[in-house]
């Protein structure tokens, strides 16, 4: 069946630094794309999303890019501060919105003093 | 405070003793959602609610039921439930069901056995 998933469990990137966390879809027909950052104990967080109509959307120290070609996602973090340590997770959907939201596995980011 | 409210945070039953959980949001908003969160297989959607009264099943619906009799609420029902209900949920909820951001609550901690 379809899948979302990430193609590393873990990161760990030094503090200051940038950091890329990955994501490959396999349903040619999503066209919405978000990530979601989970804090230890915590529910996930909305962090930036991206309609199929556009390649890059840029938020505060995050970049989004989106690679149709390839069905590819990637979620950059500029200047890496302790607080971004969490579970990064990307989700899609085929309809443009959270009706049917498929969300990958996560990725682990440990941000190293 | 905008929130997504659930209860209980922590629970331990025993198989086939029917349990609630609740969900409740302040934001006004239409859409609703559960979720269960598992090891190794991210984010799973149990139910959806695009509006009152208007309830779908998500991808891993058996074992549960909701209602949507008011916009603030959607519990999450679990009528005779079984261990390998065992899992993290969270609810969660967003204006409307094509918008992106979608606030979750902190999780409900269910073990049965």
């Known amino acids: 069946g379809e899948s979302v998933g990430l193609h590393l469990p873990t990161l760990s990137v030094q503090e200051g630094d940038n950091s890329i966390i990955n994501c490959a879809y396999s349903n040619s027909a999503s066209d919405y794309f978000i990530w979601y950052k989970q804090e230890s104990g915590k529910g996930p967080q909305f962090i930036i999303d991206?309609?199929?109509?556009?390649d890059k959307r840029q938020g505060q120290r995050v970049t989004v890019l989106l690679n149709k070609t390839v069905k590819h996602l990637s979620l950059q973090i500029a200047a890496t501060q302790p607080g971004d340590s969490a579970v990064y997770f990307c989700?899609?959907?085929?309809?443009?919105?959270?009706?049917?939201?498929?969300f990958g596995t996560g990725t682990r980011l440990t941000i190293i003093p | 405070e905008a929130q997504v409210t659930q209860n209980p945070r922590y629970l331990i039953t025993v198989t086939g003793k029917k349990l609630t959980v609740t969900c409740s949001q302040n934001?006004?908003?239409?859409?609703m959602s559960w979720y269960r969160q598992d090891p190794g297989l991210g984010l799973r959607q149990i139910y959806y609610?695009?509006?009152?009264?208007?309830?779908d099943k998500g991808d891993v619906p058996e074992g549960y039921k909701v209602s949507r009799k008011e916009k603030r609420n959607f519990p999450l029902i679990l009528e005779s439930p079984s261990p390998n209900q065992t899992s993290l949920y969270f609810c969660?909820?967003?204006?409307?069901?094509?918008?992106?951001?979608?606030?979750f609550g902190e999780g409900s901690r269910l073990t049965v056995l």
């Open positions: 989700a899609e959907s085929s309809n443009f919105g959270n009706e049917k939201l498929t």
């Open positions: 969660a909820s967003s204006l409307r069901f094509n918008t992106g951001e979608l606030f």
């Open positions: 609610s695009m509006n009152v009264e208007v309830t």
């Open positions: 991206i309609r199929s109509n556009m």
């Open positions: 934001m006004n908003h239409e859409y």
